[in-house]
T-cell receptor, first 117, second 112 residues
Framework: EAGVAQSPRYKIIEKRQSVAFWCNPI?????LYWYQQILGQGPKLLIQ????????DSQLPKDRFSAERLKGVDSTLKIQPAKLEDSAVYLC???????????????FGEGSRLTVL | AQKITQTQPGMFVQEKEAVTLDCTYD???????LFWYKQPSSGEMIFLIY??????QNATEGRYSLNFQKARKSANLVISASQLGDSAMYFC?????????FGAGTRLTVKP
């Protein structure tokens, strides 16, 4: 079974530029998540999709971050314009559902490391 | 809002010994799931163990066990017979409703 795919693995940009990250979840997983992990910290949820609808985007800085999940499969996270504090690893994860049971287990991609100069 | 607290930024353990990583949480929900993940230096997040809030028995997965004390809202991870490959960051996470929130993590170092 193929895992969660993310690209690019690494990206270096200057502040005020834009960047986009792509994620393809495990086939059949209805729920998709984007997390931001700053060095030395735990992952912070940015946005959660159920199929192609948004379940939770309360911690997404909407003035500069946007995300979409067209057709309920793959997803794109965009940052425009980037700030220095956006330097982090962006983790995509998927799960069968978002219940409190074992089926709510998250499967993670390898992450996309962003450096903003 | 739910909160997950891991009070140990770093822990050391001798190879082949057992170690306990602490996790406390705060939620008003009665139904929730608790998860532990391992993150080696390579960066991937690896699922270790799950405990449901209504599970009466503590979860076990190989060398991993979860010491679940519901009244104290704690879900400590116990790793038995530590191995050098266990050196990594360990994250406690909770899912009380829709989303999954993570603690700040504990860095475990296994000494030979």
């Amino acid at each position: 079974e193929a895992g969660v795919a993310q690209s690019p693995r690494y990206k270096i940009i200057e502040k005020r530029q834009s960047v986009a990250f792509w994620c393809n979840p495990i086939s059949g997983h209805a729920t998709l998540y984007w997390y931001q992990q700053i060095l030395g910290q735990g992952p912070k949820l940015l946005i959660q999709f159920q199929n192609n609808g948004v379940v939770d985007d309360s911690q997404l800085p909407k003035d500069r971050f946007s995300a979409e999940r067209l057709k309920g499969v793959d997803s794109t996270l965009k940052i425009q314009p980037a700030k220095l504090e956006d330097s982090a690893v962006y983790l995509c994860a998927s799960s069968l559902d978002y219940g409190t049971g074992r089926t709510g287990e998250l499967f993670f991609g390898e992450g996309s490391r962003l450096t903003v100069l | 809002a739910q909160k997950i607290t891991q009070t140990q930024p770093g822990m050391f353990v001798q190879e082949k010994e057992a170690v306990t990583l602490d996790c406390t949480y705060d939620t008003s929900d009665q139904s929730y799931g608790l998860f532990w993940y391992k993150q080696p230096s390579s960066g991937e997040m690896i699922f270790l163990i799950y405990q449901g809030s209504y599970d009466e028995q503590n979860a076990t997965e190989g060398r991993y066990s979860l010491n679940f004390q519901k009244a104290r809202k704690s879900a400590n991870l116990v790793i038995s017979a530590s191995q050098l490959g266990d050196s990594a960051m360990y994250f406690c996470a909770m899912r009380p409703n829709n989303d999954m929130r993570f603690g700040a993590g504990t860095r475990l170092t296994v000494k030979p």
